[in-house]
């Protein structure tokens, strides 16, 4: 940090008081309700802006793609900058890219460009979230579970305000636009006052040697597939409710908006305690139980025609899985590989979730035309068994013997 002479890293740092502790903690995490306030805005908002350029509805799939493509291609790139050349430098330059073209969304005066500024808000977007993420789940490996629930907590937050501070914009979209660019320039602002240029001190090589094939290890690969299929059940999920609530159920404006919320409250209510059990009896037990309750979320939403009660409690569960699944995945990885490989790890998770992202929509939609039930009972419970079922070969990962270890050696 700028005016301290021994330059502390940020562990140290972290390491000196609670109220460092706290204050760098909240700065990291920060981002994470940007990007997802970002998404919430963009997924209620984007038909606004359709009509605002007088284009097709097809660019609303077209838009959602492209942000979903540019998080695709660039999250490893993301967990190799954090690895590799800068892990301040990964998150400033994310969060940059990321609130240039956030605020321009909502400026847009074709539908070319409201296409190119998507995808950029993505790439931002793919950067800073990996290496968030890294950072919070190396910053004290014994506590990773608890880290990492801080990034559902903000993350669940975000996807609750959205819709209600869009609600009131709805004759003026590029406010809530200009809103999230405007906070994600005072996230680069906090980043560069707060958080040291670094992060730990060097690895020791013969041990922490960066090498491609540590992600041959069983619980990254079986990680990597496993959230593949939990992408394509999510973005069905969250693409489909919006109308499925309102359409199909027929729910009034406040409980549309208010059962779809309750989405972003099941994480942020329950994160922080299954982050703690997480840290104190391992990562794959909560894993099963969560992506469980994802399949009976979706058996329950689609399978029958709930009342506004049943569809909020059932997607807080969701959500809650949601959060609590993704987190446990991203600190099982961290787990199993050497700490110089961390960042680009939780890179390639991100980067095989999106490629189920992108297939979610397009499936949901290709089925409702058939039946409603059909379609979520496949592209959500149906799915989402196959997330379990590659969840189960894992092994209970040896956090607590890494995390003693790098401790002992004063990583």
Same mark, same amino acid.
């Given at each position: 940090?700028?005016?301290?002479?021994?330059?502390?890293?940020?562990?140290q740092?972290?390491?000196?008081?609670?109220?460092w502790?706290?204050?760098?903690?909240?700065?990291m995490i920060?981002?994470?309700?940007?990007?997802n306030f970002?998404?919430?805005?963009?997924?209620?908002?984007?038909?606004?802006?359709?009509?605002?350029?007088?284009?097709?509805?097809?660019?609303?799939?077209?838009?959602?793609?492209?942000?979903?493509?540019?998080?695709?291609?660039?999250?490893?790139?993301?967990?190799?900058?954090?690895?590799?050349?800068?892990?301040?430098g990964?998150?400033?330059?994310g969060l940059?890219?990321?609130?240039?073209?956030?605020?321009?969304?909502?400026?847009?005066?074709?539908?070319?460009?409201?296409?190119?500024?998507?995808?950029?808000?993505?790439?931002?977007?793919?950067?800073?979230?990996v290496?968030?993420a890294?950072? !919070? *789940?190396?910053? &004290?490996?014994?506590?990773?579970?608890?880290? @990492? #629930?801080?990034? %559902?907590?903000?993350?669940? =937050?975000?996807?609750?305000?959205?819709?209600?501070l869009?609600?009131?914009?709805?004759g003026?979209?590029?406010?809530?636009?200009?809103?999230?660019g405007?906070?994600?320039?005072?996230?680069?602002?906090?980043?560069?006052?707060?958080?040291?240029?670094?992060?730990?001190?060097?690895?020791d090589?013969?041990?922490?040697?960066?090498?491609?094939?540590?992600?041959?290890?069983?619980?990254?690969?079986?990680?990597?597939?496993?959230?593949?299929?939990?992408?394509v059940?999510?973005?069905?999920?969250?693409?489909?409710?919006?109308?499925?609530?309102?359409?199909?159920?027929?729910?009034t404006?406040?409980?549309?908006?208010?059962?779809?919320?309750?989405?972003g !409250? *099941?994480?942020? &209510?329950?994160?922080?305690?299954?982050?703690? @059990? #997480?840290?104190? %009896?391992?990562?794959?037990? =909560?894993?099963?139980?969560?992506?469980?309750?994802?399949?009976?979320?979706?058996?329950?939403?689609f399978?029958?025609?709930?009342?506004?009660?049943v569809?909020?409690?059932?997607?807080?569960?969701?959500g809650?899985?949601?959060?609590?699944?993704?987190?446990?995945l991203?600190?099982?990885?961290?787990?199993?590989?050497p700490?110089?490989m961390?960042?680009?790890?939780?890179?390639?998770?991100?980067?095989?979730?999106?490629?189920?992202?992108?297939?979610?929509g397009?499936?949901?939609?290709?089925?409702?035309?058939?039946?409603?039930?059909?379609?979520?009972?496949?592209?959500?419970?149906?799915v989402?068994?196959?997330?379990?079922?590659?969840?189960?070969?894992?092994?209970?990962?040896?956090?607590?013997?890494?995390?003693?270890?790098?401790?002992?050696?004063?990583k």
């Amino acid at each position: 940090m700028v005016g301290q002479a021994n330059k502390p890293t940020v562990r140290q740092l972290a390491q000196s008081s609670r109220l460092w502790f706290f204050l760098i903690a909240l700065v990291m995490i920060y981002p994470v309700f940007l990007q997802n306030f970002d998404s919430e805005v963009y997924s209620f908002g984007a038909r606004f802006i359709i009509n605002k350029i007088s284009a097709s509805t097809l660019y609303i799939g077209l838009t959602a793609t492209g942000y979903v493509a540019g998080i695709t291609v660039f999250s490893l790139f993301g967990g190799y900058l954090f690895d590799k050349i800068s892990p301040k430098g990964a998150v400033l330059t994310g969060l940059t890219i990321f609130s240039v073209f956030s605020a321009l969304s909502g400026q847009a005066s074709s539908a070319l460009e409201l296409v190119i500024f998507r995808i950029l808000d993505g790439i931002g977007v793919s950067i800073f979230q990996v290496s968030i993420a890294s950072y !919070l *789940g190396d910053l &004290f490996p014994v506590t990773r579970g608890r880290m @990492l #629930s801080l990034y %559902i907590l903000l993350g669940g =937050l975000g996807l609750f305000a959205g819709p209600f501070l869009v609600e009131p914009f709805t004759g003026n979209i590029q406010i809530p636009f200009a809103m999230a660019g405007i906070l994600g320039f005072i996230g680069v602002l906090l980043f560069l006052l707060v958080i040291p240029n670094k992060f730990r001190e060097d690895a020791d090589l013969e041990t922490h040697k960066f090498s491609l094939a540590a992600l041959k290890e069983r619980n990254v690969l079986l990680a990597s597939i496993s959230v593949i299929f939990f992408g394509v059940a999510l973005f069905a999920e969250v693409s489909y409710m919006p109308v499925y609530v309102s359409t199909i159920l027929n729910f009034t404006t406040f409980e549309s908006t208010f059962s779809i919320s309750a989405f972003g !409250l *099941g994480a942020f &209510f329950l994160a922080i305690p299954f982050g703690f @059990l #997480s840290d104190k %009896i391992g990562r794959k037990p =909560l894993l099963i139980l969560f992506a469980s309750i994802q399949i009976m979320a979706g058996l329950v939403l689609f399978g029958t025609r709930p009342d506004f009660a049943v569809t909020t409690i059932m997607n807080f569960l969701y959500g809650a899985g949601w959060g609590i699944y993704f987190m446990n995945l991203v600190a099982i990885v961290q787990d199993s590989v050497p700490e110089s490989m961390v960042g680009i790890s939780v890179g390639l998770i991100y980067t095989t979730f999106n490629i189920g992202a992108i297939f979610g929509g397009p499936l949901m939609g290709s089925l409702i035309s058939i039946s409603w039930t059909l379609a979520g009972l496949v592209s959500i419970a149906g799915v989402s068994v196959l997330t379990l079922v590659f969840i189960l070969p894992m092994n209970r990962s040896r956090f607590k013997q890494i995390a003693q270890a790098e401790q002992a050696t004063g990583k």
